[in-house]
């Protein structure tokens, strides 16, 4: 340590400025390594900022319970229902309301309380309607974006013949009510 020392003065001695130069190089080093720092820190902060409003952006899109006004979708989950034939009807009820809200004309309908699915809280409906072949992808999506959760187990459409060969071409088609069976299928929690 002291032969360094004296290595030092030794080179301050010879070269008069060279403590003022060296001096200067380490205020710079250190201010470089401040601001590169500080970058890091502000860059890290954006970073934090944008993944905080994707975040927000992403929560937007699942409703909070009960508020009507945060333009989702608001309801229980779940089929809700003190009996699990009640919570047929409500399922019955949403499935028959959104072939209608479509456009479609309902022939039949049936609520499965017997089935294998019942045993782990789910309880089906099956839907023999007429429907035009756009209003059916709109009818999907009302029945599985809604509240509660519903599934789609079975869809099986059948275009009538007449409209395979129709004058019109696709356009005619696309007009042309189809008839669709639609199996679908949401969770009932027992009340304990």
């Not at 059948?158 to 071409?169: E, L």
């Amino acid at each position: 340590m002291n032969n360094a020392w004296k290595l030092i003065q030794g080179y301050i001695a010879r070269v008069p400025h060279g403590a003022a130069i060296g001096y200067v190089v380490l205020v710079l080093l250190f201010a470089f390594m401040t601001l590169t720092s500080v970058s890091d820190v502000l860059d890290r902060r954006t970073s934090v900022a944008e993944a905080a409003e994707t975040l927000a952006q992403l929560e937007g899109r699942i409703p909070k319970r009960g508020n009507a006004d945060a333009g989702g979708v608001t309801g229980s989950p779940v089929l809700e229902g003190p009996t699990v034939t009640v919570a047929g009807a409500v399922l019955l009820q949403r499935v028959a309301g959104a072939i209608t809200k479509a456009g479609g004309n309902i022939l039949s309908s049936q609520v499965d309380l017997q089935g294998p699915q019942v045993k782990d809280g789910f309880i089906s409906v099956t839907a023999n309607c007429d429907i035009e072949q756009p209003a059916l992808q709109q009818l999907l999506y009302n029945l599985e974006s809604g509240m509660p959760f519903l599934f789609v187990d079975q869809l099986v459409v059948q275009v009538p013949t007449a409209a395979s060969g129709a004058p019109g071409g696709a356009k005619a088609a696309e007009n042309v009510k189809m008839h669709v069976l639609i199996s679908v299928s949401g969770q009932w929690l027992a009340a304990k």
